[in-house]
């Protein structure tokens, strides 16, 4: 595969995967979910290749999550919103079983898919300006690939924090609880994950494959319910709650969920932007226009109130 959006290095029995997209701050799109796949892929099957690592280029961000002004056009169509899903769930796929140790070196801020990138990897050393969150919650997503795998990492009652507030911890708190293995300053960051690399490299290869897959025992019991969340964020994409999330984001101000918690308490169908496909056009016959309007979509006529 050509890539464009990752750097694929090999050396030593190393492989070293950089997510590279600097114009959009190293954020998820499709490109970069296939590119991603592909060099995991690559990386599992080569018999040169003993340990690798996953890492951010620049200094700032190992990786956003998924990039939202594309985002915010393709969730407009449920089956590549799927498309989308299926293609990052080959990514958390390939990091937990492709049979070598992944290491994440975490050169800045990861968040939403990022951060649930760090947790599927095996070890994780950051440098002191990372920092961490889910942020799902805020933008009308699903952390689904977080929901199931964090609680065994840093703890239930921790796990349920970090998703349902969204709260972005630094690398010290992350290392308290457990998400990562070891912060270091950032100009250590690269000779600390070659360290490890060369620990790891001594180890008998077919031991740890034997151990991580062992070890993968928790999330192998819970892997059948990605496909739900799958299939639950796929529909929760297309919703007005994601809609205003992401529409907020890209705005620069805080999403109004409150008003939809507001309307659903006076009885309105908050699952539509504007109220159910329930009126049908006198003039033109057309039908499943919303209950808010007042004229219809396609003729303009004029739809009465209480016209069904």
Request: glycine share 8%; hydrophobic share 40%; aromatic share 10%.
């Given at each position: ?49 003993g340990v690798v ?70 070890l994780a050393i ?138 659903a308490a006076a ?42």
């Amino acid at each position: 595969m050509e890539l464009e959006t990752v750097i694929y290095q090999k050396k030593d029995f190393v492989a070293k995967i950089i997510i590279n997209r600097p114009q959009a701050r190293n954020a998820l799109n499709l490109q970069l979910m296939e590119e991603l796949s592909w060099t995991l892929e690559e990386a599992g099957r080569d018999n040169a290749i003993g340990v690798v690592v996953v890492t951010g280029s620049g200094d700032k961000i190992f990786c956003p999550g998924l990039d939202l002004p594309w985002a915010k056009e393709l969730f407009t169509k449920t089956p590549e919103v799927w498309n989308m899903v299926e293609r990052y769930t080959r990514i958390i796929y390939n990091l937990r079983h492709m049979g070598k140790p992944v290491i994440a070196g975490v050169n800045g801020l990861a968040a939403g898919g990022g951060c649930e990138i760090v947790i599927h990897c095996d070890l994780a050393i950051a440098a002191e300006h990372a920092r961490f969150m889910q942020g799902e919650g805020g933008v009308g997503a699903v952390a689904t690939f977080a929901t199931q795998s964090l609680a065994p990492v840093i703890g239930d009652k921790r796990a349920r924090w970090f998703l349902f507030t969204d709260e972005v911890i630094d690398a010290k708190t992350a290392l308290e609880w457990g998400l990562i293995n070891k912060v270091v300053p950032y100009q250590e960051l690269d000779a600390e994950v070659d360290k490890l690399c060369q620990v790891i490299l001594d180890k008998s290869p077919w031991s740890l494959r034997f151990t991580k897959a062992q070890a993968n025992v928790w999330f192998d019991l819970v892997a059948h319910t990605f496909y739900e969340g799958a299939c639950f964020w796929t529909l929760q994409s297309t919703t007005p709650e994601s809609l205003e999330g992401i529409s907020a984001f890209l705005d620069k101000r805080a999403p109004d969920h409150l008003k939809m918690r507001q309307e659903a308490a006076a009885g309105k169908a908050v699952e539509y932007l504007w109220g159910p496909p329930i009126k049908t056009c006198p003039n033109c016959g057309t039908k499943n226009l919303p209950g808010e309007f007042n004229f219809c979509g396609k003729c303009g006529a004029e739809l009465s109130p209480g016209n069904p």
